[in-house]
């Protein structure tokens, strides 16, 4: 099975600070990488697919970059309502995998 | 608007089998992507399986020869039977709607808690 290694696995920052989180998978998986952002108590909801397509309920502060086997979820100014977990997830593989989450907590 | 809806989580013994249902409304289940991921309590996601339009079906290595997931068109409802239960099977188990391409999980239902304990 595909590996996704996510980095930090949490993270302090403050409204209007940029964030950013990696994911890294064991081996190449052609852009075919999805976020999910999950509120405590609620289901994750996808906020990009495809490394960078969005979802037309997400701001366009949040953004998606990468290729190969490095990805990254980008947030250019973080809002109360992001604090959340965030998860990627590699679609490449007909055996699906997750990353193990970042969590974004407030400074 | 899309709905999903899991039933039939409990508390069982370990070696015990349960079913989970997943009633969905606003689209058909048959010509969907449809999935099981499973989140055990405060820890990550994790796929647990998939079925496709044509009927395929894929299961995570931590599940396979165990569950079995399945659809019943008639009632645009999707199943996860579950066999042989661990400890390690204790978490709460959405059902997914895949869209845009496969494994992609747009829509998610709230969930229903499998415990496994003696």
């Known amino acids: 099975d595909i590996q996704m290694t996510q980095s930090p696995s949490s993270l302090s920052a403050s409204v209007g600070d940029r964030v950013t989180i990696t994911c890294r998978a064991s081996q190449g998986i052609s852009n075919s990488l999805a976020w999910y952002q999950q509120k405590p108590g609620k289901a994750p909801e996808l906020l990009l697919y495809?490394?960078?397509i969005l979802e037309s309920w997400v701001p366009s502060r949040f953004s998606g970059s990468g290729s190969g086997t490095d990805y990254t979820l980008t947030i250019s100014s973080l809002q109360p309502e992001d604090f959340a977990t965030y998860y990627c997830?590699?679609?490449?593989?007909?055996?699906?995998?997750f990353g193990q989450g970042t969590k974004v907590e407030i400074k | 608007e899309v709905q999903l809806v899991e039933s039939g989580g409990a508390l069982i013994q370990p070696g015990g089998s349960l079913r989970l249902s997943c009633a969905a409304s606003g689209f058909t289940v048959s010509n969907s992507y449809m999935s099981w991921v499973r989140q055990a309590p405060g820890k990550g996601l994790e796929w647990v399986s998939i079925i496709y339009s044509g009927g395929s079906t894929y299961y995570a290595d931590s599940v396979k020869g165990r569950f079995t997931i399945s659809r019943d068109n008639s009632k645009n409802t999707l199943f996860l039977q579950m066999n042989s239960l661990r400890v390690e099977d204790t978490a709460v188990y959405y059902c997914v709607r895949g869209a845009r391409y496969p494994g992609v999980c747009v829509d998610w239902g709230r969930g229903t808690l499998v415990t496994v304990s003696s």
């Open positions: 997830q590699q679609y490449y593989s007909i055996v699906s995998t």
């Open positions: 495809a490394a960078s």
